[in-house]
């Protein structure tokens, strides 16, 4: 039995804010923005839609393009960090909005590396049990709902956005779209990247609202110098496990957390920048929705073809990083 991607989709918010926005509400300015990250501009959602909201029409793009309608769905897996409400989970309410009353729903939360846990999950199952047909894996964030806009160290980074993939069992034997996989946990550094109130530990009272708890906090040097090496060790791995070599890889499709980030990624793996995916500059850092966003944007480009090989890597909060290869 072979799993291959039927289809993709993704979905930003209409409205952008510009660094130069940022510069009438922080102490910061373009210059910076643009020479330390590679960021441009972000999306950021209206008041009234939530992730469930983002997510919503990226799955129903993603759908569409492979041609199903909910109810054909067997699991709905939603990535994210910024679920509508603790429970029920986000993948409940979009199984009600897609009409997927045959599928069983659930959140997963692995910060920036969302999409990737979830594709490794969502393949798994399939594989697990013949009876599940297609999955729908979304990965999807309302970062502005937990961004302190007072903090300059954060609040240029980030951005909303949701991007999602179906994955079909296709019922015959052939090729394989995951080809291998290497991802990793370390709960060693939990705190150098947390949102620290809002769970059990720290609940809601007025003095976390007033400390400003209720939002991301990143250590943000110790995470760039870990982010790089713990990806480029996980694609060597990932790539060495399948027996691919770097020249193979069509595209390297990274987490967009940082554009010099990336551009070390690229250099260490030795894949010239024009075959590494990168929009960073237009949506900042959309955590568990980023690759699902590059992915779509590639396949919609036609840049790329069936069999070809994309390799996808992710680094974020937890600490959670990794990398999957992909034959499209
Ligand atoms: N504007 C102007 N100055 C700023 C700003 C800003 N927006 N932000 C920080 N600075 C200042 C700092 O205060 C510091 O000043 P100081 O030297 O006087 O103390 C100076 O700029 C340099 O700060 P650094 O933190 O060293 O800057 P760096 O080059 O490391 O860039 C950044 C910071 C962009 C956060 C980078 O470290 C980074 O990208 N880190 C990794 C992020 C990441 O990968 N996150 C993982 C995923 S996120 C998730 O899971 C939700």
């Known amino acids: ?25 922080v102490e910061t300015s373009d210059e910076w923005i643009r020479t330390r990250t590679g960021i441009q501009e972000r999306r950021i959602a209206a008041p009234e839609q939530a992730t469930s909201d983002l997510a919503y029409e990226a799955g129903k793009r993603a759908l569409e393009m492979a041609g199903i309608t909910g109810d054909q769905l067997s699991v709905i897996i939603v990535a994210t960090i910024t679920p509508d409400h603790v429970f029920p989970s ?49 990965g999807a964030e309302k970062l502005s709902s937990i961004t302190d806009w007072t903090d300059r160290n954060t609040c240029v980074l980030f951005g909303d956005g ?55 906090h990143m250590a943000g040097r110790e995470t760039f110098k870990l982010a790089v090496n713990a990806m480029v060790s996980a694609c060597k791995k990932t790539l060495e496990d399948a027996n691919v070599a770097p020249s ?31 929009n960073i500059g237009h949506y900042g850092n959309t955590s568990a929705a980023s690759i699902g966003i590059c992915l779509d944007e590639i396949i919609r480009s036609g840049d790329i073809e069936r069999g070809d090989y994309l390799l996808l890597t992710a680094f974020g909060g937890g600490l959670t990083w990794g990398a999957i290869l992909l034959r499209y």
């Open 1 to 25: 039995m072979s799993i291959r991607i039927a289809g993709t989709g993704s979905y930003v918010p209409d409205r952008v804010m510009t660094n130069a926005d940022l510069e009438k509400m």
């Open 90 to 138: 986000t993948g409940c309410i979009l199984q009600k909005r897609f009409g997927a009353s045959n599928a069983f729903c659930f959140d997963l939360e692995a910060a920036c590396s969302g999409l990737l846990y979830s594709l490794e999950v969502g393949h798994s199952l399939m594989k697990a049990n013949p009876k599940y047909k297609y999955a729908l894996v979304i």
């Open 162 to 216: 949701a991007g999602a993939v179906v994955l079909e069992n296709t019922g015959a034997e052939g090729a394989d779209c995951l080809l291998a996989s290497d991802l990793h946990a370390d709960g060693g550094y939990a705190d150098i990247l947390i949102m620290p109130a809002g769970g059990s530990r720290m609940p809601f009272t007025a003095e976390t609202l007033a400390n400003h708890m209720h939002s991301i």
């Open 248 to 278: 193979e890889i069509r595209m390297v499709v990274p987490h967009q957390a940082n554009q010099r980030i990336i551009q070390a990624v690229a250099q260490r793996l030795d894949v010239a920048n024009d075959r590494v995916f990168e």
